[in-house]
């Protein structure tokens, strides 16, 4: 059994920063990409930002305000978001591709935790 854990959403005003946390635990032999999705009412679920390996990806409307990066160790993954604007408003979702200690692999998906920018 396997769990995504995320931490860190608020409410923060215009030109601010958060930092998302995503923990796993559980039985953990591996874990591949990981990732961060988010959700505003109204959209589709959109990837933010994803890290395999050493390589990162970003959507562009975060591109140079987000960053993503991982810790193997502490199986997480976190998500810095500097200058965050009303449109960053959203849920946000964490993905972490696991193989299980019975090497079994599927995605698993964070509880989701709410991002609000406002003044």
């Known amino acids: 059994q396997v769990q995504l854990v995320e931490s860190g959403g608020g409410l923060v005003q215009p030109g601010g920063s958060l930092r998302l946390s995503c923990a796993a635990s559980?039985?953990?032999?591996?874990?591949?990409?990981m990732g961060w999705y988010r959700q505003a009412p109204g959209k589709q679920r959109e990837l933010v930002a994803s890290i395999s390996g050493g390589s990162t990806r970003y959507a562009d409307s975060v591109k140079g305000r987000f960053t993503i990066s991982r810790d193997n160790a502490k199986n997480t993954v976190y998500l810095q978001m500097n200058s965050l604007q009303p449109e960053d408003t959203a849920v946000y979702y964490c993905?972490?591709?696991?193989?299980?200690?019975?090497?079994?692999?599927?995605?698993?998906w964070g509880q989701g935790t709410q991002v609000t920018v406002s003044s």
């Open positions: 993905n972490q591709g696991i193989w299980d200690r019975t090497m079994h692999f599927r995605d698993y």
């Open positions: 559980g039985s953990i032999f591996r874990t591949n990409d």
